[in-house]
């Protein structure tokens, strides 16, 4: 066992102090996990650039600093969140906000679903539906090295379950727009568990926002569940502030047959650490994994991918590509894993980079691990500048080179956005691209509080 | 078709290793075990002056302090180094000087691994260093060479002839405190290959180190320090055996290379350690620190490899580019058969403007074997305009083997170009039935697929060393391919 750092140590007094007002709004059944969840913390603490899957980020300076509000927030403005609108013209969307990682009542307004699909707080479906609930949380969201995820099993306080029943096909897509807003710093965790049953299909969008200027710290934990043969995508549009920190870990498990994609678009962040974990848990399987981050100022953005192929014949497809700007630093880690029955699989990731600036950093960390003998897979990993050849062709056509520019980054971008299913909102998102790489969005771009 | 090439796969994976047989030599060995007594022991063995012992119990001392580390893709037993003779020599006759003096037990030795001693009946004008259980026992050539201003001697000799290099540039790419091996090495070396090449000079021919271990018991501890002045270039070989034992021995090395202004250093490896029997007992651990710097303006260093032997291959061969326009080469081939395991790879950083960094890594895996590619590009904020590409392909024989790639890109500086691509396959049956078809039989097929798929490495390889590293790779592989 290791030491354990200060920083370890001032959660161990803060889980003794909170626990009891936590465990009060939660059920048993939630409440079983947290001790044990706490115990595995205690020894693997907080990441440190010393573990392998943290070695470039340093997240020390979220985890050190003294905040006025941890996991169990004050009650936030909701007349803020209220006003709050999401500007995905023509995106015709089941719209939940969670505020503070809370689930609020103001959601209880939602449109007529299709029948036995339900979407509500984490902790009205662990009474309501205990059995399916039972069946699945905590289920897929293991590690054995990453302290943070016991810490949010251990401490989350609420959160979103979606469950869409066998053989629904849900035209509109789940949107959860995660709001922080508050007037101290905070420390959030909150915890979301999705399943999709048998034949199933749907896609959830995520949009993370910061509403108020405070120093703010979000680890989430989603574990999803992808029956067979159904289709489950997942979109997560993130937008915050740069003194804000988000945390994110998805552990999506598959079945037979299933098709799944996740796509995370960073537009803005402080620091954010996007943990994805496929595991292909039956045959024919496909996941595909996308990611897009922008990043300027002092940003550091940091993308974990692991894939498990545990059974044969599956396929698997990363693509992550990120665009670095002022001083900002930038982190890929994907890892593939072929276990040693898993004949057939094919598997495939690229990670493309530019720097634009001398002072911007990138590591890239593209992983192998392979026990099978019939499979295909490929990794490629890029850094470097956009093309002089590109950018003197299109000069050469009378496009100034600013435009020039812009138009290979935007191109460079696209190639992830065009993966979005969802045609408002790949729209919207090229459009918010756009605008970032112009540099005209700021945190406040797409939300019409206007609070600053 | 299928069962056909399984037994093929099964035949090439299961043939034996030829060089397993031990010479009775008289031995000069110490007792087991290691403490500031036998660090001292070794150096009055070798009659060194003050300041390499202060060196080895400096070393010693930090070592001490050191932990095995427990990051690589490896499984390793336990290392008790209480249970390991530090040093053993052949016993001395005096003065070394025609090759008659040679016990002739030795000279059998070196005669059934293939290794000329005798200068006059070689052909092919390859200056030999030969060490056995890390003390070098004979050194070719060694008069032609001196004409020009080469030295090429025993570590040992060096110590004592030339001081004041060995002390210049000893420990100057690869210090005391780099790594638990390393450290350890610093130790309790034994000898090693030393190397100079003067300014402007071009060595006419190949300098090579024959590595042997032959005691039971022993651990092999070698140094090898090379140095290419300005202007210069110099190709230097390793070879390496050691006699099938059931008992895993180790071997911990030091290479370090220092390239000056516009030098060219050439450093290739066969490595054929014992790799242990089928079911994974015994052999060697490899665990060897290399390590190069072009420390001149356009200087290169390029490192080749064909790592066939050893039950546990665990290197990195690097290159640290701080010399302006300076090139670092890494091209590997690495086989692991039965229930090997390699964790090697190489380290470029980039530091000097315009540095250009190639890496061509070729993983083969059979069996039980486990084979990983783990390297490290690196880009410092002020080397503008660096280059690298890096390719590391894995092919699985076999569907009990594993093969791992850890490629690290950290990129510091905007106008670094680098690029890094891996592919894991296994030999396609339809280019297995195309050979068939035009009357190549499976076995063929395959051996001739396996070897264009290292040519890449092997052609970068010198001529004599590039024949002895296909045949090689057809032994390492025999009765595995599929």
């Known amino acids: 066992m290791k030491e354990k750092s200060e920083i370890t140590e001032k959660y161990l007094g803060l889980y003794k102090d909170n626990i009891n007002k936590i465990s009060g709004i939660s059920s048993p059944f939630?409440?079983?996990?947290?001790?044990?969840?706490?115990?595995?913390?205690?020894?693997?603490?907080?990441?440190?650039?010393?573990?392998?899957?943290?070695?470039?980020?340093n997240l020390n300076i979220f985890f050190d600093h003294d905040y006025e509000n941890y996991?169990?927030?004050?009650?936030?403005?909701?007349?803020?969140?209220?006003?709050?609108?999401?500007?995905?013209?023509?995106?015709?969307?089941?719209?939940?906000?969670?505020?503070?990682?809370?689930?609020?009542?103001?959601?209880?307004?939602?449109?007529?679903?299709?029948?036995?699909?339900?979407?509500?707080?984490?902790?009205?479906?662990?009474?309501?539906?205990?059995?399916?609930?039972?069946?699945?949380?905590?289920?897929?969201?293991?590690?054995?090295?990453?302290?943070?995820?016991?810490?949010?099993?251990?401490?989350?306080?609420?959160?979103?379950?979606?469950?869409?029943?066998?053989?629904?096909?849900?035209?509109?897509?789940?949107?959860?727009?995660?709001?922080?807003?508050?007037?101290?710093?905070?420390?959030?965790?909150?915890?979301?568990?999705?399943?999709?049953?048998?034949?199933?299909?749907?896609?959830?969008?995520?949009?993370?926002?910061?509403?108020?200027?405070q120093k703010f710290l979000t680890n989430a934990v989603t574990e999803v569940f992808v029956g067979e043969n159904a289709h489950f995508d997942i979109i997560r549009v993130q937008n915050e502030h740069n003194n804000a920190c988000k945390i994110t870990s998805t552990f999506i498990h598959q079945e037979k047959n299933?098709?799944?994609?996740?796509?995370?678009?960073?537009?803005?962040?402080?620091?954010?650490?996007?943990?994805?974990?496929?595991?292909?848990?039956?045959?024919?399987?496909?996941?595909?994994?996308?990611?897009?981050?922008?990043?300027?100022?002092?940003?550091?953005?940091?993308?974990?991918?692991?894939?498990?192929?545990?059974?044969?014949?599956?396929?698997?497809?990363?693509?992550?590509?990120?665009?670095?700007?002022?001083?900002?630093?930038?982190?890929?880690?994907?890892?593939?894993?072929?276990?040693?029955?898993?004949?057939?699989?094919?598997?495939?990731?690229?990670?493309?980079?530019?720097?634009?600036?001398?002072?911007?950093?990138?590591?890239?960390?593209?992983?192998?691990?392979?026990?099978?003998?019939?499979?295909?897979?490929?990794?490629?990993?890029?850094?470097?500048?956009?093309?002089?050849?590109?950018?003197?062709?299109?000069?050469?056509?009378?496009?100034?080179?600013?435009?020039?520019?812009l138009m290979l980054m935007f191109g460079f971008a696209h190639e992830v956005i065009q993966n979005i299913k969802i045609e408002p909102l790949r729209e919207r998102m090229d459009n918010l691209v756009m605008q970032r790489l112009k540099g005209e969005l700021s945190r406040c771009a797409s939300c019409m509080v206007k609070c600053m | 078709m299928e069962k056909d090439q399984d037994k093929i796969i099964s035949d090439v994976t299961t043939s034996e290793y030829k060089y397993g047989f031990y010479s009775d030599i008289e031995m000069d060995r110490i007792p087991k075990g290691l403490n500031e007594d036998v660090v001292r022991l070794i150096s009055v063995k070798k009659n060194e002056p003050e300041w390499l012992l202060d060196f080895r119990l400096k070393s010693y001392r930090h070592w001490l302090t050191m932990k095995m580390p427990t990051w690589p893709n490896l499984k390793i037993a336990p290392i008790n180094y209480q249970d390991i003779i530090f040093y053993a020599a052949p016993k001395e006759r005096k003065n070394l000087n025609s090759i008659d003096d040679i016990d002739p037990e030795l000279k059998k030795t070196f005669d059934k691994l293939g290794i000329p001693l005798q200068e006059q009946k070689h052909l092919a004008g390859v200056a030999v260093d030969a060490v056995i259980d890390s003390v070098s026992i004979k050194t070719t050539f060694k008069e032609t060479l001196a004409e020009m201003g080469i030295i090429f001697c025993s570590f040992s000799d060096a110590v004592k002839e030339y001081p004041d290099l060995v002390?210049?540039?000893?420990?100057?790419?690869?210090?005391?405190?780099?790594?638990?091996?390393?450290?350890?090495?610093?130790?309790?070396?034994?000898?090693?290959?030393?190397?100079?090449?003067?300014?402007?000079?071009?060595?006419?021919?190949?300098?090579?180190?024959?590595?042997?271990?032959?005691?039971?018991?022993?651990?092999?501890?070698?140094?090898?320090?090379?140095?290419?002045?300005?202007?210069?270039?110099?190709?230097?070989?390793?070879?390496?055996?050691?006699?099938?034992?059931?008992?895993?021995?180790?071997?911990?090395?030091?290479?370090?290379?220092?390239?000056?202004?516009?030098?060219?250093?050439?450093?290739?490896?066969?490595q054929n350690w014992y790799p242990g029997d089928k079911e994974g007992k015994g052999g060697v651990y490899n665990f060897v620190t290399k390590r190069g710097m072009c420390k001149g303006e356009s200087s290169k260093i390029s490192w080749t490899q064909i790592e066939?032997?050893?039950?546990?291959?665990?290197?990195?061969?690097?290159?640290?580019?701080?010399?302006?326009?300076?090139?670092?080469?890494?091209?590997?081939?690495?086989?692991?058969?039965?229930?090997?395991?390699?964790?090697?790879?190489?380290?470029?950083?980039?530091?000097?403007?315009?540095?250009?960094?190639?890496?061509?890594?070729?993983?083969?895996?059979?069996?039980?074997?486990?084979?990983?590619?783990?390297?490290?590009?690196?880009?410092?904020?002020?080397?503008?305009?660096?280059?690298?590409?890096?390719?590391?392909?894995?092919?699985?024989?076999?569907?009990?083997?594993g093969a791992h790639t850890f490629p690290y890109l950290e990129v510091d500086n905007s106008t670094a170009i680098v690029e890094h691509e891996a592919t894991t396959s296994k030999i396609g049956e339809d280019q297995i039935f195309y050979c068939n078809q035009r009357g190549i039989s499976t076995e063929d097929a395959i051996g001739l697929i396996v070897n264009g798929y290292a040519r890449e490495v092997i052609n970068k390889l010198p001529m004599e060393f590039a024949v002895e590293a296909q045949k090689l790779l057809q032994i390492s592989l025999e009765g595995s391919v599929g």
């Open chain 1, 30 to 57: 939630i409440n079983s996990f947290r001790a044990p969840a706490f115990e595995k913390f205690s020894k693997l603490g907080i990441p440190s650039k010393k573990d392998e899957a943290y070695k470039y980020t």
């Open chain 1, 71 to 213: 996991f169990m927030p004050v009650p936030a403005d909701f007349i803020k969140a209220e006003e709050f609108r999401c500007e995905v013209t023509d995106l015709d969307a089941y719209g939940v906000v969670l505020l503070n990682g809370f689930y609020p009542t103001l959601n209880e307004k939602l449109r007529q679903l299709p029948s036995g699909v339900w979407i509500g707080s984490l902790n009205a479906a662990a009474v309501q539906f205990s059995d399916i609930f039972e069946k699945n949380y905590g289920k897929y969201a293991k590690s054995e090295t990453d302290g943070l995820i016991h810490l949010n099993t251990a401490m989350a306080s609420d959160g979103v379950f979606v469950y869409i029943p066998e053989g629904v096909h849900m035209t509109r897509p789940v949107q959860v727009v995660n709001l922080v807003q508050s007037d101290d710093d905070t420390f959030n965790q909150h915890r979301n568990l999705i399943i999709a049953e048998k034949n199933s299909n749907f896609s959830i969008i995520i949009c993370d926002h910061t509403l108020s200027p």
């Open chain 1, 258 to 405: 299933s098709v799944t994609s996740s796509n995370n678009i960073t537009l803005h962040g402080g620091l954010i650490r996007n943990n994805t974990y496929h595991y292909l848990g039956g045959e024919g399987a496909e996941s595909y994994s996308y990611g897009l981050f922008l990043a300027d100022k002092w940003q550091h953005i940091d993308n974990f991918v692991n894939v498990d192929h545990a059974f044969p014949h599956c396929t698997s497809n990363q693509l992550f590509k990120g665009v670095l700007d002022d001083m900002s630093t930038g982190a890929f880690n994907g890892r593939i894993l072929v276990r040693p029955d898993a004949q057939g699989t094919l598997a495939y990731q690229k990670n493309n980079n530019i720097l634009l600036t001398d002072d911007t950093k990138m590591d890239t960390k593209p992983q192998l691990e392979i026990f099978a003998d019939d499979v295909k897979c490929s990794h490629g990993a890029t850094i470097g500048q956009l093309d002089d050849d590109a950018l003197f062709y299109l000069q050469s056509r009378g496009i100034n080179k600013r435009e020039a520019r």
């Open chain 2, 167 to 270: 002390k210049r540039y000893m420990g100057s790419v690869v210090p005391y405190t780099d790594n638990f091996f390393a450290t350890l090495n610093s130790a309790v070396f034994s000898d090693g290959s030393f190397c100079y090449i003067p300014k402007g000079i071009r060595c006419p021919m190949e300098l090579s180190t024959y590595f042997r271990i032959n005691s039971a018991n022993t651990g092999q501890f070698e140094r090898t320090l090379l140095i290419a002045d300005e202007e210069s270039y110099v190709s230097y070989l390793e070879g390496c055996t050691a006699p099938s034992r059931d008992e895993n021995q180790l071997h911990a090395a030091i290479v370090e290379i220092v390239a000056e202004k516009n030098a060219e250093v050439k450093y290739s490896t066969v």
């Open chain 2, 308 to 401: 066939t032997g050893s039950a546990i291959t665990w290197k990195y061969p690097s290159c640290i580019l701080r010399g302006d326009n300076s090139v670092g080469e890494f091209y590997s081939v690495a086989v692991t058969n039965n229930y090997q395991q390699a964790d090697t790879g190489t380290k470029m950083t980039h530091i000097g403007k315009n540095t250009r960094s190639t890496i061509v890594s070729k993983g083969i895996s059979a069996g039980h074997g486990q084979n990983s590619y783990r390297g490290l590009v690196k880009v410092l904020k002020n080397a503008t305009n660096a280059r690298n590409y890096s390719q590391c392909d894995s092919l699985l024989l076999g569907d009990k083997c």
